[in-house]
């Protein structure tokens, strides 16, 4: 009886993420699986559609398996996401004017760092000024009253 209640609640889940797919059509099913792949997950984030187990990018995954079953090009399969869910979706969003932060922001802290790497490893230090006859006297005083304090 508690194997047959495990298995019955486990076929949901299972029957759930079963991925859709085109075995009938390859060219069908490469198209599928690229778009899986460049599209983000918006749950995790760091993950594709193709790799995350998130219920929205099974959601998504099956709005792209429709779409394509609908006969719309994987340009059209795009722009709907990106309409709908912003740039963010793509891995590779296009490089315009609300995106450049996202293209240049790492060659620019790249620079920044090494700039400052340069500059601390060729003038950190400055010579300190030559000592003028009163700093030179008080000095060897100085010197004079510490050596005379150890002896």
């Not at 079953?69 to 994987?74: L, P």
Request: aromatic share 6%.
């Amino acid at each position: 009886m508690g194997v047959l209640l495990a298995v019955l609640a486990w076929h949901p889940v299972q029957a759930a993420d079963t991925p859709l797919g085109f075995d009938d059509d390859p060219a069908l099913q490469a198209r599928y699986d690229g778009l899986l792949a460049e599209l983000r997950c918006l749950v995790c984030q760091n993950q594709s559609l193709a790799d995350s187990h998130a219920d929205l990018a099974q959601d998504l995954r099956d709005e792209v398996h429709r779409m394509l079953a609908a006969g719309a090009s994987d340009a059209e399969v795009r722009e709907f996401m990106v309409a709908r869910y912003g740039d963010f979706v793509l891995y590779e969003p296009p490089l315009k004017a609300t995106t450049v932060v996202l293209w240049t922001g790492p060659a620019i802290l790249v620079l920044v760092a090494a700039a400052i790497v340069v500059r601390r490893a060729r003038g950190g230090r400055e010579a300190a000024p030559p000592l003028d006859e009163a700093e030179r006297a008080r000095l060897a005083a100085l010197v004079d009253a510490e050596r005379q304090r150890h002896s």
